[in-house]
């Protein structure tokens, strides 16, 4: 819905924020994968990284949380991303207490208010859970 909003730099930041919203719980749920290659393509991530980033900048994109938040440089982008992530833990019925820990330490490092984190995770609640 969002990421052709992001630099190329920032889609992937994002799918680094992906695998870890993916990975928190341990269990990786079908659907999380199929909605992480659909992002994937949707950003078509590979030309555009090709056409905008040099080698040793994707060689040296961050892989820690804060790291990967940092590369998020205006406000609309890291909404964007916070509101992808948060849909992509509900892809699979379900926001487990792991993937609610890391959308809000994600929101944190992006400088989003609790309150205003909950309002995505509602919005994604009523969207996605039957």
Known sequence: MFLNLLSAKEKLAFLGLAKKVIYADNIIAKNELVMYKSMHQEMEVLEEISNELSEEEMENLPEDIPHLCAVFESRRSKISALMEL?????V???????????IYEIARHFDIKREE????IDWASRLYTP
Not at 86 to 90: I, K
């Open 117 to 120: 984190t909950d309002s995505y």
């Open 86 to 90: 948060v849909a992509l833990c509900f």
């Open 92 to 102: 699979d019925g379900k926001l487990v207490v792991q993937e609610k820990e890391v």
